[in-house]
């Protein structure tokens, strides 16, 4: 069993075929009033609820080569309702030369206030090459449907399509269409729809510059 605090990077060599590592991942809070309730999130998907730790688990086949990645959120609210959370990236190895879990994060924030408006932010980088992240913000739980098209305005690929908490996100767009292959060069528009629980409509659209 591994621990490893939620802003700390890690790179571990692989188990030995067969058999079954365990890292744990700790979210450390410094303030607020107790008790605290902590939601982590692996991408979207719920995975652990009321636990300041979270789990998971990689073994290698033996293989070499191919990885997986996904991204890791906790959120914290204390008893007086303030709120505070962090990400981070982790890559699943299965190389010979080194592997287990890698997980790069960063704080993103300390009792980070909730959005007061929807949101939308210009794409970073933008041009870009061959991925780039897209920003925004739900004051409210909403619907978000988040699309990609190309310049005739033909829908590529969803970004996100389904029920979101209100708070930031951050998307990554790998410059690939709905079926993995890679796009071409050129201008494409994220379009973001969302329909809050209160009934309040967002959309907007914003042009990103893909250079090869």
Known sequence: TQS?????????N?????QVNQYTWTYNVTSGAPPFTFTWKKDDSV????????????????SGGGSYQFTLTVGVRDAANSTASASLV?????SGG????ESI?????EATPLPSDFSLAQNYPNPFNPETEIT????????VKISISDLLGREIFVLHEGELAARYYRKRWPGNDASG???GSGIYFCLIVAKGESGKEFTRVLKMLLLK
């Open 181 to 183: 292959s890679k796009v």
């Open 98 to 101: 080194g592997g287990g879990l």
């Open 47 to 62: 995975v652990e609820s009321n636990s300041s730790t979270y789990t998971e688990y990689y073994s290698y086949n033996g």
């Open 105 to 109: 994060g960063e704080r993103i924030s």
């Open 4 to 12: 490893y605090c939620l802003t700390q990077g890690v790179h571990s």
């Open 136 to 143: 925004f913000g739900l004051p409210e739980p909403a619907h």
């Open 14 to 18: 692989h188990p030995p075929k067969g």
């Open 90 to 94: 982790v890559t699943g190895y299965n």
